[in-house]
């Protein structure tokens, strides 16, 4: 049997200038996983309202389960501002509070019982007491854990980040994260990226840091392995949600035990695939890349 993911976080709406988007970092986590054939669940909390119902409606076409999606009485389904900036990376405004601030894990630990579960988790949804202990609860339970820093400051504080650190088995972060990580948490200055990782992966016994560098592409490391790609060229339509088709990919190949050249191949790949459509969670099949 395989072992579920549960990506455990933040669903949204992303609102541009000429419509909006469902998003969230962690419903695009599991349906990319979900498309390649995991079984992945996304644990969320909706308002009752109008962007609630069609969340479900959205979520249910993606092909994921509902149940883990929570309905709050009061507070409102998740909504955030995304501007571009001039150099294409998106910004963020993030609204708050939001339902998924409210997050309770009482639901999917009962719904998931005794079965094992991996879990997937970020920064932002830890902004509320009531989401952080929650997340807090899922991850003593968890079997691996896979964190992706994903900065949304004010909302992400170094002790969150630092928290986080500690839980997690695989990390996620940008080249800008992991200068963040290393002058935050590292004591002793180290020279290349690849020298910074390996110091953060050794502070913080991890086993396998995984750094993005936009179109430069990425690099992973491990305690006795590293492995650099250059990414792929792509014609760049919307930016936002690449980064998490990445990480789906580079859970999967984990899981599989797949070696790191390969690992991080499928995840440029798959992170150029989502850069070259509309929106964080396209239909498959695919895009051209090179």
């Known amino acids: 049997m395989i072992t579920p993911i549960v990506s455990f976080g933040e669903i949204v709406w992303d609102q541009f200038e000429n419509g909006r988007t469902l998003g969230g970092a962690p419903l695009n986590v599991a349906y990319h996983l979900h498309a390649a054939g995991w079984p992945a669940r996304i644990v969320s909390r909706i308002g009752r309202d109008a962007l609630g119902r069609e969340t479900l409606n959205v979520v249910t076409g993606l092909g994921l ?38 997050i309770q894990d009482g639901p999917v630990l009962a719904q998931m019982g005794e079965t094992p579960f991996h879990l997937v988790f970020g920064t932002l949804a830890q902004r509320s007491e009531i989401s952080r202990r929650s997340l807090y609860r899922l991850l003593k339970q968890a079997t691996l854990k896979f964190y992706d820093v994903n900065l949304r400051p004010p909302h992400t504080t170094p002790e969150l980040v630092h928290n986080s650190l500690i839980a997690a088995d695989v990390v996620k972060a940008n080249h800008d994260e992991l200068i963040f990580l290393a002058d935050r948490f590292l004591k002793e200055k180290t020279g290349s990226a690849r020298e910074t990782g390996h110091a953060l992966l050794n502070h913080f016994n991890l086993a396998l840091l995984a750094v993005t560098d936009g179109a430069r592409g990425a690099s992973l490391i491990t305690k006795d392995g590293y492995a650099t790609h250059g990414g792929y060229k792509v014609k760049v339509v919307d930016p936002v949600g690449s980064g998490d088709a990445f990480f789906a990919a580079l859970i999967g190949g984990y899981l599989e035990k797949l070696p790191l050249d390969e690992c991080l191949r499928r995840a440029n790949y798959q992170g150029a695939w989502v850069a070259g459509r509309q929106g964080a969670t396209p239909s498959y099949p695919d895009v051209s890349v090179e």
């Open 65 to 102: 389960p509902v149940t883990t999606i929570q309905q709050d009485p009061d507070l409102p389904t998740g909504l955030v501002l995304v501007s571009l900036g001039r150099d294409g990376e998106p910004n963020f405004e993030i609204a708050a509070p939001a339902a998924w601030d409210n």
